[in-house]
C-alpha cells in the first residue's frame, strides 16, 4: 500500500502518547519527519487516522479502528519472528514469565533454579504482578506465560491447572502455638495480634472474607506488601501469619498451624494467551513446572 511497518509502530506511537513531540523521543525521530510520516499515511489511506485539533494528539474514529487491526498485526508478526528464531535444542532463546506476588516466596525461586541449570542459554525475563495485570499482558503478547489461580479468566487466556494451595496460621519458632499439631479453631484468633500482607494482595482479600464468615476479628497489627517482610515479622515478633503453608514448609525458623476450619483452597493454574505460539523454552517450562510439582508432594488439583 506503500508504507512499512514503521509506520505502524508511528502511528501508534503517537496514539499511546498523544504528542507528535513526545512520540518523535520515544521513536528517537524529529518531529517534522514523524509529523510527515503520518500525513503520508492519511494520503494513501485516504482518511483522517488523528485529530490534532485539541491540546492531545487523538486517533478519530477511522484511526481507531486501524489501530486495533494494526496493533493486533505486529503482535502477530512478533510471535512470527519469536517463532522462526525459536531453536528446538534451547541453545538459545528466551521467556517472559510473570507470577502473582506470593508465589516469588516459595515456586519461583526453585522452579527458575531448576530451568537455569537445565537450559543456562535461555534468556529468562520473571515479572510479579497481579493477575489481572499478567492476562492483560499475555493478551498484549508482552508475556509468554503466568502463573497464578483458577478464577474468572479474560477471554482468550488458556489455563493449565498444577495443584492446590492451601493457607494456614504460619508462626516463628519460638510462638506459642508453634509445636501445635491439632488444628486451631478458628475463633481462638478473635483479638490475637497478626502480621498479614496489604489488602492489595487478593491472598489478603481471601484471608478477609474467610475471617467475615467465621465472624472472628484478630487485631492486625503489622500490615505488608512484600510476603518476605511478612516472613521476617512473624520470625523475629510474637506474631502470627496467614500464609501459604508451603512457605513454612521447608524454612527453618517457621511452622505452619492448620485452621479449623480450614481456608479454602486455591488451585494454581499456568496462564498462556489462547492460540499463541508457544517456543520450546515456553514448552520446557511447562514440563519442568509439572515434574516439579509431582516430585514436591504439592496435591495435584482437581
Known sequence: ?????????????????????????????????????????????????????????????????????????????????????????????????????????????????????????????????TQDRIESALLADDLDLGIAFRGAHLPGITTDDLFTEALSLVVGTHHPYADRTDPLP??????????????????????????????????????ANSVNAVAEMIQRTPLASVLPEAIARDHPHLRAVPLDPPLPERIVTLLCRSGSYQSAAARAFTHLTRQWVASSGYSSSP
Open 186 to 223: 478458628a475463633r481462638e484468633l478473635e483479638g490475637r495480634p497478626l502480621a498479614l500482607l496489604s489488602s492489595d494482595f487478593a491472598t489478603r482479600r481471601h484471608i478477609d472474607t474467610y475471617f467475615d464468615q467465621h465472624r472472628t476479628t484478630p487485631r492486625i497489627a503489622m500490615e
Open 1 to 129: 500500500m506503500g508504507f512499512e511497518l514503521r509506520h505502524l509502530r508511528y502511528l501508534l506511537a503517537v496514539a499511546e502518547q498523544g504528542s507528535f513531540t513526545r512520540a518523535a523521543e520515544v521513536l528517537h525521530i524529529s518531529q517534522p519527519t514523524l509529523s510527515q510520516q503520518i500525513r503520508q499515511m492519511e494520503r494513501l489511506m485516504g482518511t483522517q487516522l488523528l485529530d490534532r485539533t485539541g491540546r492531545a494528539v487523538r486517533l478519530t474514529d477511522a484511526g481507531e479502528t486501524y489501530v486495533h487491526y494494526a496493533r493486533r498485526a505486529l503482535q502477530e508478526l512478533a510471535a512470527a519472528e519469536r517463532a522462526v528464531h525459536d531453536v528446538a535444542d534451547l541453545s538459545r532463546g528466551s521467556l517472559r514469565l510473570a507470577v502473582t506476588p506470593t508465589f516469588t516466596a516459595y515456586l519461583i525461586g526453585p522452579l527458575t533454579g531448576q530451568f537455569h541449570v537445565r537450559h543456562p542459554d535461555i534468556t529468562l525475563s520473571i515479572r510479579e504482578m
